[in-house]
């Protein structure tokens, strides 16, 4: 196969897959990202997140993570539910939560990927990543044209929207490479505008530390009073920055029955998350990205939106 059609089977192979989008960008070191990064960390905007200080090298550069890696292939997998199970009379954990973990379903589809292209075109050496290692996910999609960075920072796509799981692959194959698409933000701010934590400090910035997702998942102290009131009833992630984005009215559901939410989950009232006993946690979340917060951690949320 020459470089047009190695290209065209990866971009293929990946739609069989369920992706729905799939770009390709030439692996070298991010040289404009340096700087920003470095920025951010600086100005403690991780938080508590400290893992992100680490490997900085290794986020900008993807042949440092394999070496000999000559293309990053960026896909974007929907996860937007046929149902909203956020509302007023529940509590609020993010759609990407809903199903079972997307880090093993993924991974999985990414594996299959890379073992077809190893079967088709021969002796190919490649790493799958599904938020997993230190690599700049969202660049990636944005410089491959799956869209562009918002004022949220998250990556968004004119045809679907945010909601989105991205995965990496890289290969040690020469590939065609895709150009980055526009920025179509505009002078839009309800992103901004809509934040109860004022986490998105400015168009393009988000501090992580102020945001509900931090709180609810990555803290594993206690949340800080100075937030109490402001979460609007989310215990796990957050996803108001993206309900409110105009480009996720073009958001349709997802075709993956792993994402489906557990049947219990739609029927839990407050007083039955207040009630939450640690075996229905494990019943209800066996399989989901909810565990990340544990059991104490989600309890330690539900107290501190209903006090």
């Not at 006993?277 to 399989?287: C, I």
């Not at 989901?288 to 951690?297: D, E, L, P």
């Amino acid at each position: 196969m020459n470089r047009t059609e190695r290209t065209f089977f990866i971009k293929n192979t990946a739609q069989e897959l369920g992706f729905d989008f799939c770009g390709i960008a030439k692996a070298e070191f991010l040289s404009e990202e340096a700087p920003r990064l470095e920025r951010w960390l600086n100005q403690g905007k991780q938080g508590k997140m400290h893992y992100l200080e680490n490997y900085f090298d290794l986020r900008l550069d993807p042949t440092k993570l394999m070496e000999g890696a000559k293309s990053v292939v960026t896909l974007l997998y929907n996860y937007y539910p046929e149902v909203d199970l956020a509302s007023e009379c529940s509590y609020k954990i993010a759609k990407y939560a809903y199903g079972q973990d997307y880090h093993f379903i993924i991974k999985k589809k990414l594996r299959l990927l890379l073992n077809n292209v190893q079967d088709e075109i021969g002796e190919v050496a490649g790493r799958a990543f599904v938020d997993s290692a230190p690599i700049l996910e969202r660049v990636w999609a944005k410089k491959s044209g799956l869209g562009w960075i918002g004022k949220n920072s998250l990556l968004l796509n004119k045809q679907q929207g945010s909601f989105f799981f991205i995965a990496v692959l890289l290969l040690d194959l020469e590939l065609e490479y895709d150009q980055p698409v526009a920025d179509h933000c505009g002078t839009c701010t309800r992103c901004l505008d809509a934040c109860p934590t004022d986490a998105i400090v400015e168009p393009y910035i988000v501090d992580g530390s102020k945001c509900i997702s931090y709180f609810t998942i990555e803290l594993k102290e206690e949340i800080p009073q100075e937030v109490r009131g402001k979460f609007d009833d989310w215990i796990f992630g957050c996803d108001i920055c993206q309900d409110v984005c105009p480009w996720n009215r073009h958001a349709h559901p997802h075709q993956e029955p792993d994402f489906a939410s557990h049947p219990d989950l739609a029927d839990m009232t407050k007083a039955d998350w207040q009630e939450l006993t640690e075996d229905v946690f494990r019943k209800v979340f066996k399989k989901s990205a909810v565990k990340r917060a544990k059991f104490t951690g989600l309890k330690r949320n539900i107290k501190f939106v209903s006090t």
